[in-house]
């Protein structure tokens, strides 16, 4: 059984809460997250157990203030959600028994890339556009993959959830944020229910730290709703930035 300090709570909760309310407005919630549980004593085999129980909190709860607000219709998502699935189980099985170091190489590029394409394009996702992929032929692809990716390795998801569905369903920012939340919350689900099997959950921790996130995901939810999707791509940059410096920082070391 793990012991911690009273004050190792209070951490864990405040951390949560912040990591919610980034997350539901761009994804990286887990920067946050999974850096302070190893850095306050969580042993690294739980660390990624715990962090998928609490940050199920908060992207429910992100995902059911975007489906009640009117900004996702579960039926246009159900055939995605239903690839999400298969993706994660796949993925979280696979990590089981794998390690991810090739990913670890590969997806800085990668959200590098978007970086980029995000900050010099300055009016991608302002507005719909055309789309370039029929809607089940995109969630067939990144349904999978990206449920697969999450559930093997998983930094960066909401970001490349998000991107994708500007540039690829024409959807923009705002919409494409709202929709990512539905798929990183079955993801989450997927994922933790494959790590309950093997008992590495610290549930005192996940739970506290899930009231935080259900907390600062309904801030930050609402924050979609009310601001100009402006507002939005800022911090989808800010944290695509970070994401970039922390994977790039995780693999120099």
Known sequence: ML???WYVYAIFFAAAFCAGLVDSIAGGGGLITVPTLMALGVPPHMVLATNKLQSSFGSFTAALNF???GMVSLREVAFGVGCVVVGASLGTTLILWLKADILRVLIPIFLSLIFIYTLLAPKVGEGDSHPKLKPA???S?????LGFYDGFFGPGTGSFWTFAMVALLGLNMKKATARTKVFNFTSNIVSLSVFLIGGEVIWSVGLLMGAGQMLGAWVGSNLVIAKEVKFIRRVFLCVVGATILKLFWDFAR
Request: glycine share 14%; aromatic share 22%.
């Open 141 to 145: 692809i990144f349904g999978l993959g």
């Open 67 to 69: 489906c009640l607000k």
């Open 137 to 139: 032929l995109f969630y």
């Open 3 to 5: 012991e911690l300090e």
